[in-house]
């Protein structure tokens, strides 16, 4: 399978939306979170990747065809142990179709280099205890940061 990851643009919108939120295949589906995340978050997540003031990122994973496979979103913030700034893979998904074919590994390198290229020397994401494959792939490419992660109830 042949893809090619770069920056996000604004006529992806459509196709990303698609595997952002769609009720068969995308991300907020793999989550059980398609009711949690309201249009107007989707839409001001997406102009906030379009925003070169803002530190919110996207790239995409594209096909031979030209169809957006995957994604990832991320972003950069303070860090109070270090003068840069850290990067955040904060979203990773790949369609169902085009997984164990190395596009999420290719898309976490992608975010290696931005972190790299964004002067941000810690760069670090989350998943769920239960997405086994996924931690397959993050133990081949990261290390476990020994934290776990809370939240307000």
């Avoid at 102009?47 to 065809?65: I, K, M």
């Avoid at 997405?131 to 081949?140: G, M, S, V, W």
Wanted: charged content about 25%.
């Amino acid at each position: 399978m042949s893809f090619s990851i770069r920056p996000i643009e604004a006529g992806d919108k459509a196709l990303w939306k698609a595997l952002w939120n769609a009720p068969e295949d995308s991300y907020l589906k793999f989550y059980n979170a398609l009711d949690r995340v309201t249009d107007e978050a989707t839409e001001t997540t997406f102009n906030r990747f379009l925003d070169e003031n803002e530190p919110v990122y996207s790239a995409v994973a594209v096909d031979d065809t030209g169809k957006i496979i995957g994604f990832i979103n991320y972003l950069t913030h303070r860090n109070t142990w270090t003068v840069e700034n850290a990067l955040y893979l904060n979203d990773l998904y790949v369609s169902s179709a085009s997984r164990l074919k190395g596009v999420g590994r290719g898309l976490i390198e992608f975010g290696y280099k931005e972190a790299d290229r964004l002067n941000c020397p810690k760069c670090y994401w989350s998943t769920q205890f239960e997405n086994h494959r996924a931690q397959l792939l993050y133990t081949k490419v990261g290390v476990k940061s020994g934290f776990l992660l809370y939240r307000r109830p």
